[in-house]
């Protein structure tokens, strides 16, 4: 499986920015896919995920509210929708793919991750 995030960049306070992760190979079976960040000297950490087979959308308390998680099946893409953006939430964005199932929203229930898209949100 590869992913492939795009649609990061700066963002003002108050703004919005939709990252999509374009899932292609062997996609077959997935369990679910994720969100997840990491900001300079802080570890990766989940912000959202939704399992394919009811399509239920869990969040972190930090964006809860704000982001908003949704897919595409035709396109094999999930997209994370940001609103409402501070500059608590400039890192890195990763998508990631669940094959096993587990819990969506820890990082060792994910196989495969994409390489990440920088965004940043200024004050």
């Known amino acids: 499986v590869q992913l492939q995030a795009s649609g990061g960049g700066l963002a003002q306070a108050g703004g919005s920015l939709r990252l999509s992760c374009a899932a292609s190979g062997r996609t077959f079976g997935t369990y679910g896919m994720g969100w997840f960040r990491q900001a300079p000297g802080k570890e990766r950490e989940f912000v959202a995920g939704m399992t394919f087979s009811s399509s239920r959308p869990y969040y972190s308390d930090s964006v809860k509210g704000r982001f908003t998680i949704s897919r595409d099946n035709a396109k094999n893409t999930i997209y994370l929708q940001m609103n409402s953006l501070g500059p608590e939430d400039t890192a890195v964005y990763y998508c990631?793919?669940?094959?096993?199932?587990?819990?969506?929203?820890?990082?060792?229930?994910?196989?495969?991750w994409g390489e990440g898209t920088l965004v940043t949100v200024s004050s």
């Open positions: 990631a793919a669940n094959m096993r199932g587990g819990s969506i929203w820890r990082r060792s229930a994910y196989a495969y």
